[in-house]
C-alpha cells in the first residue's frame, strides 16, 4: 500500500480540484449549533476533519430518507400510460468518512448490490463514488467500534485514507481509484517513521475508549453466538422489548439499517410519483398487510427483529461483517435504554446470572 | 429486460436464462375482465411490447408485483400455467390498491414487476401422487401448478384436489374445475362450510375432506394454501397420517414492496418470502418462528 504525507493546504487543494468534476461531501460543523452534518461542501475552508461524529449517518448520500424512483402520467380517458425513468446522479466524492461510516457503507454495498438482485436506485448513487475515509483520534462517549471491527482506522474499502500525523496528513491509498489519483499529483511519500506513527496513533486511539466499550469487546461474538441460536431468553426479549417506544430513531440514524417503503404519491391530476423512503421494523404497521393481518403484533417480535438483523450469522453472511458498525448512535437517540450496546449488556446479563 | 438487472449467476437468470423485469414496471394492457366470485375478479393482460412478451416466462408458485397507475403496487401471485395459458391475475379487492384495481375497465393499463419467487418444486417431485389442498381464493396460487401437471399427466401419480369454501358462491374457478375433470385421473372433493339448497354435495370443513379422499401419504406431496386456520388443521391431519414434513408444501404472504429482497418487509424468521419463498415446505415453516 503506497503512502503519502500531505499538508493541510494540498488537502484543501485536493477538495477544491475534486469540486470540479464531483459533489463533494464531508463534515462540517454548523457555527451556531455546533452540530455537525456530512453535507455537501460549498467550498474547501467548510470541510472540517477533526469535528466529531455527525450525528445522521453518511448513508442519508447513498440512500436518502425519501427519493423519487419513477414518475408516471396516466389518463383515464385514453387509457395511457407514460413513464419516465430517467434520473441523474452527479458523482460523488465522500471525503473525511469516520471509519464506521465506512464500513456502513460497505454493508449497504453487500447487501443492496451483492445478493441475488442489484438494486439499481442504489447503484446510480453509488456508481462513480470515491470513498475517503479519515482515522479517528478521539473516540466519542457513546463509540464501540472496537467491538465490531469498525474502527477507529479503516482497513478496507476506502479509495483514499487520510489520518492527521504530527507533520501533517498522512495518506494511505487502497484502491487503483485511488493510486490513479496520487499518481496525478505531485505528492510526497511518507517513510517508516510516519508509517510507525500512525501505528501508534491508532493505538493511542484505541486506549481512549470508554469501558463500556472496552468491556464488551469479546461479549459482542458472544451474544451473536446466542442471538444466531435462538438461546435467548423470551424473557429477555421482552425486557428489551417492554423499552421500546416504537419511534424507529435507531433505524434512521443506523448506518446498515436499510428497510424502505414505496409509496405511490400524485403530484397532480393523473401525475404520480413513486417514492422510495425509509422505514423501520420497529413501526406496527410494518408487516401490516391488506385485509388488516398482521403477523407481527407484538412490540418483542418486531424488537428483536432489529437486534437479528444487527448480530446473527445469516445476516453477516449477507454483509461478510457483523450488521452493527459500532457507531453507537442508537445509544445516543433511544428513548428507551435499547441502544445496541445496552442489548449487548442485557444479553451478556442473562447469560452470566447478572454477575457482571 | 435484455440487459440484465440482477446477478445472472443467481436465481431466475440461472434457472430460466431470462431476466424478470426488475425496478421499472413494464405496462400491461387489461383485455378482459371476468367475475370470479364475489369480491373478486380475473384480470387478462398482455404486454404491447412484444420483445417482453417473448421473454417474460413465469414459473408455477411465483408471484408478481402490479402497479395500479395512481395508487401503488401490490404483490400478487401468478395462477397461470408456464404453458399455453393466458396471462392473467386474479385479485381480491380488500385494500386499497385492489379496490382501485377492481374500478378498472378493458383497455386500461397495469404495471408489472416480475416473476418473482422460487416457484413450486416440480423436478423434485415426478412420480409422485400431488394432494392440492386449498380453502377459498387459496385455490389461485395453486392454479398454476394444478394446470401444470395435468399438462404432464404422465409425469406423476395421482392427483388429488380437495377444495373447501365458504358457500358454494365462493368457489373459484368453476369453469376451470369443470375442465380439469375431464382429465383420466383428476380426483377433485369439494365442500362448502354450512349446508346450502340445492347443494349436493360435500358439507364441512376441507380437513375432514383428507379422510374422505383415502388421501395416500407414501410418495405423495401435498400443495396446501388457504387462511391460516384452515392450513394448521390440515397439517395436522397430514402429520397425524404420517406424512413427513418436507412433503407438505405451502406458498407464505407477505407485505411486499420491492420483490427483489432489497425492503425487508416480507422478513420471515431468516428468510425473505420475496427471494427465498413463496413456496416453502412445512419443515421449513415451522422453523421460521413466526406466525404464518
Known amino acids: 500500500m503506497s503512502m503519502y504525507l500531505l499538508s493541510a ?55 436518502p430518507q425519501m427519493e423519487r424512483i419513477l414518475k408516471y402520467k396516466y389518463d383515464a380517458q385514453s387509457q395511457s400510460v407514460e413513464l419516465s425513468k430517467q434520473y441523474f446522479e452527479r458523482p460523488k466524492v465522500l471525503f473525511g468518512l469516520r471509519p464506521c461510516d465506512l464500513s456502513g457503507i460497505l454493508v449497504l454495498d453487500r447487501f443492496f448490490l451483492g445478493q441475488e438482485f442489484v438494486d439499481d436506485v442504489y447503484l446510480t448513487h453509488r456508481r462513480q463514488c470515491l470513498l475517503i475515509s479519515n482515522t479517528c483520534l478521539h473516540p466519542f462517549p457513546q463509540c464501540f467500534c472496537v467491538c ?135 413501526f406496527e404497521g410494518y408487516a401490516r398487510m391488506a385485509g388488516d393481518h398482521n403477523p407481527r403484533q407484538p412490540v418483542e417480535d418486531r424488537r428483536n427483529k432489529r437486534f437479528f438483523c444487527k448480530l446473527s450469522y445469516p445476516q453477516s453472511k449477507k454483509y461478510l461483517r457483523p450488521g452493527c458498525v459500532g457507531c453507537g448512535r442508537c445509544q445516543w437517540v433511544c428513548p428507551g435504554d435499547i441502544g445496541l450496546p445496552n442489548v449487548v449488556q442485557y444479553i451478556r446479563r442473562e447469560i452470566t446470572g447478572g454477575q457482571n | 429486460m435484455a440487459n440484465c438487472h440482477g446477478n445472472h449467476e443467481h436465481g431466475n437468470c440461472k434457472t430460466t436464462g431470462l431476466c424478470p423485469i426488475v425496478t421499472f414496471p413494464e405496462v400491461v394492457n387489461i383485455d378482459e375482465i371476468r367475475d370470479e366470485i364475489p369480491e ?91 394432494i392440492y389442498v386449498a380453502g377459498g381464493i387459496g385455490l389461485i396460487p395453486l392454479r398454476s401448478s394444478i394446470v401444470h401437471a395435468l399438462q404432464h399427466r404422465e409425469d406423476f401419480g395421482r392427483i388429488i384436489l380437495l377444495y373447501g369454501a365458504r358457500s358454494s358462491q365462493d368457489l373459484m374457478y368453476q369453469p376451470d374445475i369443470k375442465e380439469w375433470q375431464q382429465n383420466a385421473g383428476f380426483e377433485t372433493f369439494i365442500t362448502i362450510d354450512k349446508p346450502e339448497a340445492g347443494w349436493n354435495g360435500e358439507v364441512g370443513y376441507v380437513n375432514q375432506l383428507i379422510e374422505k379422499a383415502k388421501v395416500p401419504v407414501d410418495n405423495s406431496v401435498a400443495f396446501v394454501c388457504g387462511p391460516p386456520v384452515m392450513f394448521n388443521s390440515v397439517i395436522g391431519e397430514f402429520l397425524k397420517r404420517g406424512m413427513s414434513e418436507d412433503a407438505i408444501i405451502s406458498t407464505l404472504e407477505r407485505q411486499m414492496k420491492c420483490g427483489i429482497g432489497k425492503c425487508q418487509h416480507c422478513a420471515v424468521g431468516r428468510t425473505l418470502v420475496c427471494t427465498d419463498g413463496p413456496v416453502y415446505t412445512y419443515r421449513q415453516i415451522k422453523t421460521l418462528g413466526e406466525q404464518i
Open chain 1, 148 to 282: 465490531t471491527h469498525s474502527g477507529p482506522d479503516a482497513d478496507e474499502g476506502f479509495d483514499l485514507d487520510l489520518t492527521q500525523l504530527k507533520d501533517g496528513i498522512l495518506v494511505r491509498v487502497g484502491s487503483e481509484k485511488g493510486q490513479a489519483l496520487a499518481d496525478a499529483h505531485q505528492w510526497s511519500v511518507a517513510s517508516a517513521a510516519h508509517a510507525a506513527e500512525f501505528k501508534a496513533v491508532v493505538e493511542r486511539s484505541i486506549d481512549l475508549f470508554p469501558e463500556l466499550a472496552t468491556d464488551n469487546k469479546a461479549w459482542v461474538a458472544k451474544v451473536m453466538n446466542r442471538i444466531t441460536t435462538g438461546f435467548v431468553k423470551p424473557e429477555t426479549w421482552e425486557y428489551i422489548g417492554d423499552q421500546c417506544f416504537e419511534c424507529g430513531a435507531c433505524s434512521f440514524v443506523c448506518p446498515t439499517c436499510s428497510c424502505f417503503n414505496i409509496e405511490d404519491s400524485a403530484t397532480a391530476c393523473g401525475e404520480c410519483e413513486r417514492l422510495r423512503m425509509r422505514d423501520s421494523c420497529s
Open chain 1, 9 to 63: 493546504h494540498d488537502i484543501s487543494a485536493l477538495v477544491t480540484e475534486l469540486q470540479a468534476s464531483y459533489d463533494v461531501y464531508g463534515p462540517q460543523v454548523e457555527p451556531q449549533t455546533k452540530q455537525v452534518f456530512f453535507d455537501q461542501l460549498a467550498s474547501a475552508e467548510a470541510l472540517d476533519l477533526a469535528a466529531p461524529i455527525p450525528s445522521m449517518p453518511v448513508k442519508e448520500i447513498l440512500f
Open chain 2, 40 to 130: 373478486v375478479k380475473t384480470f387478462y393482460l398482455s404486454f404491447p411490447n412484444k420483445d417482453v412478451e417473448r421473454e417474460f416466462r413465469i414459473k408455477s408458485g411465483q408471484f408478481i408485483m402490479c402497479t395500479v397507475f395512481g395508487a401503488g403496487e401490490f404483490a400478487v401471485s401468478l395462477p397461470p400455467s408456464p404453458e399455453n395459458d393466458r396471462f392473467h391475475i386474479s385479485v381480491r379487492a380488500v385494500g386499497k390498491v385492489t379496490n382501485a384495481l377492481h374500478a378498472l375497465k378493458p383497455g386500461d393499463k397495469l404495471g408489472v414487476r416480475g416473476p418473482f419467487g422460487n416457484g413450486f418444486p416440480f423436478e423434485d417431485i415426478k412420480g409422485k401422487n400431488i
